[in-house]
């Protein structure tokens, strides 16, 4: 035994090994080892001169820790470091979160008339997530529908033609659904034939495309007829479930998990390829 070691010690603190310097991000899920608490970072402030994360467990409640020593990630120890800084330009054949070659040094382009269209907000934050770089660099812009039930007379409102395309992402586009005769009506429409392409991918709703082994769980929650889809979600999670904030905050969740289009369903990242080549290839 050696007694230079004896007395007063840190035991979140590793005694040999060199751990892996992770630095923090938010929606990253730790637990930390002393308290056993388990949560996703929410915000990452200094107080007292040293960094703290609050992490947020699954029933919604906060705890905040000292950045340091003590946290395991995926299962794995590792040392919690400060956000890292903000990187400057990315080397030439860096890769964007939709795994295209990132363009460097060129401005985000002037709006082109030609739109994305999606069917709600979440849609929308999570196109961006993936294919913003993109979709600047092309000048193509992403609008949130608010549901596809007057789709018909937004596009008779849009006016789409050559120069002006009009590529539309829809929930739930399933054969016998609504949705599909919602999309051939509107495809059967003056103008619409070369200049509108409606696609979909097949879940009830946007959130389903994000893989479940992303979240950690083996797949989706089935939710009962009658009830909420996003609210049965957030309860078979148990998380906050009651407001229009709680849902909210669970999809900010839920978004920070994606980090790239490998946390998508294939089923989704074809459909909005698609839609970006109709827009963009002349």
């Not at 409102?157 to 002006?164: E, I, Q, S, V, Y």
């Not at 009962?224 to 479930?241: E, S, V, Y």
Request: glycine share 12%; aromatic share 6%; charged share 25%.
């Amino acid at each position: 035994m050696s007694y230079q070691n004896w007395g007063p010690q840190d035991l979140s603190a590793p005694a040999a090994k060199q751990l892996p310097e992770v630095p923090v991000e938010r929606g990253m899920v730790l637990e930390e080892v002393q308290t056993g608490w388990v949560g996703a970072v929410t915000r990452v402030e200094k107080s007292g001169g040293m960094h703290v994360v609050a992490l947020e467990d699954r029933r919604g409640k906060s705890r905040s820790f000292q950045l340091g020593f003590g946290f395991l990630l995926d299962g794995q120890p590792i040392r919690l470091m400060p956000p890292a800084p903000r990187k400057s330009p990315a080397p030439a054949g860096a890769r964007t979160a939709s795994g295209s070659v990132r363009v460097e040094g060129q401005r985000a382009q002037v709006a082109k008339a030609s739109r994305i269209w999606v069917e709600g907000k979440h849609d929308a934050e999570l196109v961006e997530r993936v294919w913003g770089d993109d979709l600047r660099v092309e000048g193509i812009v992403v609008e949130p529908l608010h549901g596809i039930d007057d789709l018909a007379g937004a596009v008779a409102a849009f006016r789409p033609g050559p120069g002006r395309r009009l590529g539309v992402l829809v929930d739930h586009l399933v054969p016998d659904s609504k949705e599909s005769r919602i999309a051939d009506a509107v495809m059967a429409s003056p103008g619409a034939a070369g200049n509108v392409l409606i696609v979909g991918h097949p879940y009830v709703d946007v959130w389903q495309a994000i893989r479940p082994a992303v979240l950690g769980i083996d797949k989706w929650p089935v939710i009962p007829r009658g009830m909420d889809w996003k609210t049965g979600i957030l309860r078979a999670f148990g998380w906050p479930h009651s407001t229009k904030e709680d849902i909210g905050l669970g999809w900010q969740k839920l978004l920070g998990a994606v980090r790239s289009y490998a946390d998508l369903e294939p089923s989704l990242l074809g459909r909005v390829e698609e839609v970006i080549d109709f827009l963009t290839v002349p």
